[in-house]
């Protein structure tokens, strides 16, 4: 099966948001996290991940800080915010409805 990219962009915010709700994270695991999620169907591109990372925290629905996890490169990571809790609560609406919208628009059975 082969999934759009334009399918998913709507939703990087989401899906980001989604595996922060899991406990905070840095860039790599997230994407590792959602490549493994989707069977190695979809993960982000470096600067697309990233680049949601920055707007995410300019808008106040993630924080970031560096990690201490001993030797080796440190890692910023990133950690959900309140403000991005009550989004991925109403983005998760949003699909709940889109969802049923699609759903009822491509099926071939009558109601």
Known sequence: MSISSD??????DTIILTQLMRGD???????KTI???TGGQYD?????????????????LISSYWGEDGPGARRRYYAITDEGR???????RDWQTTRALLDALISLEDE
């Open 35 to 37: 490549r493994q999620r």
């Open 86 to 92: 009550r989004r991925w609560e109403e983005n998760c």
């Open 7 to 12: 399918t998913l962009r709507g939703h990087t």
């Open 44 to 60: 982000f591109k470096e600067a697309t991940l990233y680049t949601a990372f920055k707007r995410l925290e300019q808008n106040g």
């Open 25 to 31: 994270n840095y860039g790599y695991e997230i994407n």
